[in-house]
């Protein structure tokens, strides 16, 4: 579902990203891991084409973002660590202009839409001003609008953040339900406990290089995620 390969991005003489390549099928879920600075939100954005780049390709469904943008942003959903939504729209007013946007037939979005909001609790809200929202409350919007298409592709740059306990659970459950379908996600994150009970595959990214991939149990062994991050971390130090 996602190819990178060979993706290289680089700010002036900084390399941001150096000759990484990746592969995630349709199902799988695969968790992005790095320190701060180490090249993720810079992949996830070239990913959903946010971000131009000139050297390597990145295939979407087998469609390359490079060459065909606006057919894979068809496919994709983005969720960036800190969503820019419309204020002065209502909650309702923004998912049904994003539904537009993708062209989500009106009895499929309403039935998404209540269903989404439900579960996030946030149905008592919609109603209201986005700039009347808490930050939580707008990640949940963020979360529903992104689902709203059914995504064959979903990115997420640090999903977790600003959900209570109750809106992770319920993130991660819409998460397995949307890879069931036949879906693919690709997320950066920081909490390393849930990426390794969530997900099948990971990537371990250090100044802009991959230094490890592959299934979840065949990375960390009999150790945890975290005793091999930052064991990669030393040893790429």
Do not use: W
């Amino acid at each position: 579902m996602l190819e990178i390969q060979h993706f290289t991005k680089r700010y002036g003489k900084k390399t941001a990203v150096d000759d990484l390549s990746l592969t995630i099928q349709a199902g799988e879920i695969c968790a992005f891991i790095g320190h701060n600075g180490a090249g993720k939100t810079t992949t996830l954005k070239a990913c959903c084409g946010i971000l131009p780049f000139e050297e390597g390709d990145i295939l979407v469904d087998g469609i390359s973002v490079r060459r065909n943008p606006v057919a894979c942003k068809r496919k994709i959903a983005y969720l960036p660590d800190n969503p820019d939504l419309y204020e002065f729209m209502t909650g309702t007013k923004y998912l049904n202009f994003i539904a537009d946007v993708f062209q989500v037939p009106s009895g499929q979005r309403e039935g998404r839409i209540r269903d989404y909001a439900e579960r996030l609790e946030l149905t008592d809200d919609l109603a209201q001003p986005i700039s009347s929202y808490s930050h939580g409350m707008k990640q949940k919007l963020a979360v529903i609008s992104a689902l709203l298409h059914q995504p064959r592709l979903m990115l997420m740059d640090e999903p977790f953040v600003g959900l209570d306990p109750k809106a992770t659970h319920v993130l991660k459950g819409l998460m397995a339900d949307l890879c069931a379908q036949g879906s693919a996600i690709f997320f950066s994150t920081h909490v390393l406990e849930v990426a390794e009970r969530l997900c099948h595959k990971v990537a371990i990214i250090k100044n802009g290089k991959l230094v490890a991939a592959g299934a979840m149990e065949e990375v960390k062994g009999d150790q945890s995620l975290e005793d091999v991050f930052l064991e990669l971390e030393d040893d790429h130090a």
